[in-house]
C-alpha cells in the first residue's frame, strides 16, 4: 500500500494559521504613482507577510496597444485563450487497455465557478462517443403505459422545456485511491465529476403523456451507442430482483429526471449524448444514459449485464452491493491543491467545492491541522440542490506544514466520512462511492502534496 503517514503532531503554526475572517486582511493593495503624488501602499498590512511590489512610474505600453487585432467571426466558435493551452480533459493511459471503453477527468483545479465548459465535462463511454442525426433519431416510450409512443426530436422540443443545474459523477470517482495515495493531482483525485446548465422534457411530463401504469415500479433506460448501455431505475415500491425493498429516497430520484437537448445553453456535446441523453440529477451518472432511444416500464429490475457485471460492489463479509445509486455528500479543496505551489507566506483564500446527490450542501467545514480543529468556510451562492456549491475561508500562511482538508454536511444530515471509516465498512477492494474526506499537504517548500493520515 502507498499510504503515506503523517505525524499527527500538533504544531502551533498551523493552529494560528486560520486566519480571521476580517475583510481587512484582504484589502486591496494601493499602488502610488509619483505622476499622481499618490501616497505610497502598506503593502505589508494589506497583504499580511507578503512584500509586495509598489509602483513609482506608470506602466510601460503594451505592445498590443501597437497592433490591430482579429476580426469578428475570424474564430467563429469562441475558443480559450492560447495562454490556457493546459486546462483540458486528461485521462490515465494505464487505467483502462484503450480510449474507446474509457474516463477523461475535469480540470477543477483550474476552474472558478461551478459550471464545467462543454469542453471539459468528464467523459465516460463503454463504447466510444458516436454521432447520431438528430433529423433521424428517435426515443421510443413503451412497455406499462397506456400509449406507447415514438418522439422525434421536435416533438421533444415542442413540449414543456426544463432547465436547472445538477451535477453528474461517475461512481468511479476517487476509485484509484482507495487502497492508497495514487495520483499528485485533483484532476485525477476528484475529476470524474462536472456541474452544468441542463436543458430537456421532464421525464414526469412524458410519463403522464403516455399513461403510465400505477403498477409499474420501475424504469429501463437504453442508448444507441455500441454499448447499449442499460440502467434500471427504481420508482415508488420498487423491489430488487429477490423481493428486498430498494431504499425510498432512491426510488424519488426519478422524479428529478429530465430528457436532456441542451448543456449550458447550446446542444449536447457528441461525448455527453447528442442529440439526448437521460438526466438523473443525485444518481451515479452511467444511470443518466447518452444517446437515449428507449425507456420501458416495466415491475422489476432488469438486472442487466451493467448491474452484475460492472456497478456493483463486493463488501469484506463477501456478499455484494447491488444498486447503490446515489452519490452521497463529497468535497475537496482545489486552491491550493497539489497542482499549485504556494507563492510565498502570507495571506491565502482556501477555496474549494462540495456536492451532494440528496440535495443541497449544509455547511462545510474546513481543519489545516489535519482534522483536530474545524472552522466553518462561507458558502459561495448559489447554493443549489444536486449541484456544486463553492466554499472559501481566509488563510494566512507563514511557511509550516500543515494539513488541510474540508468535510461537508448536507441538509439531510449526512456528514462526509473519513476514508478510515469508509474502510471499516467497505474494505480496501471496492472502486465506487468513494467520497472520503480529502487531505492535502502543504509542505515547508510551498509544495502542496496528496496524502492519507493513518488512522483518519
Partial sequence: ???????????????????????????????????????AAAAGNAYGDVDLET?????????????LGRGVVSVPYGMPSKFEKDVVRRNVSWLTADTVASISFTPWQDLN???????????????????????????????????????????????????????????????????????????????????????????TDLMEYVGVDPKSTWLYAEGADGSALQRSIPMEGAKDQFGEPIPADSCEMYKDAMIAYAQN???????????????????????SIKWLRRIKFVDKPLVTYQETRHYIEPLPDGTIRQFSLVNEANSVINYPCPDYQMKGKGAYEIRGIAWSGRGKVAHVDVSIDGGKNWQEAELVEPVLSKCVTKFKLPFEWKGGEHLIMSRVTDETGYVQPTLMQMRKVRGFNSIYHKNSIQAWKIEKTGEVKNVQIENF
Fill in 55 to 67: 509602483v513609482t512610474e506608470p506602466l510601460e505600453i503594451n505592445p498590443t496597444r501597437n497592433i
Fill in 265 to 287: 445553453g447550446e446542444a449536447l456535446r457528441p461525448e455527453n449524448g447528442y442529440p439526448i441523453r437521460f438526466l438523473l440529477p443525485g444518481c451515479e451518472a452511467n444511470m
Fill in 113 to 203: 465557478g461551478i459550471i464545467t465548459p462543454n469542453g471539459l465535462h468528464f467523459e465516460r463511454h463503454h463504447a466510444g462517443a458516436v454521432d447520431i442525426d438528430p433529423e433521424t433519431h428517435q426515443l421510443v416510450i413503451h412497455g406499462m403505459v397506456d400509449k406507447p409512443m415514438i418522439f422525434s426530436m421536435d416533438d421533444l422540443k415542442r413540449m414543456p422545456s426544463h432547465t436547472a443545474i445538477h451535477f453528474l459523477e461517475c461512481p468511479a470517482n476517487g476509485a484509484m485511491e482507495w487502497r492508497g495515495v495514487q495520483m499528485d493531482s485533483m484532476q485525477f483525485t476528484h475529476g470524474m465529476m462536472s456541474c452544468s446548465e441542463w436543458t430537456g422534457v421532464k421525464l
Fill in 1 to 39: 500500500m502507498s499510504e503515506t503517514t503523517l505525524d499527527q503532531t500538533p504544531q502551533s503554526d498551523a493552529r494560528e494559521g486560520v486566519a480571521s475572517s476580517d475583510r481587512r486582511k484582504f484589502l486591496r493593495k494601493s499602488v502610488a504613482l509619483a505622476a499622481t503624488g499618490a501616497a
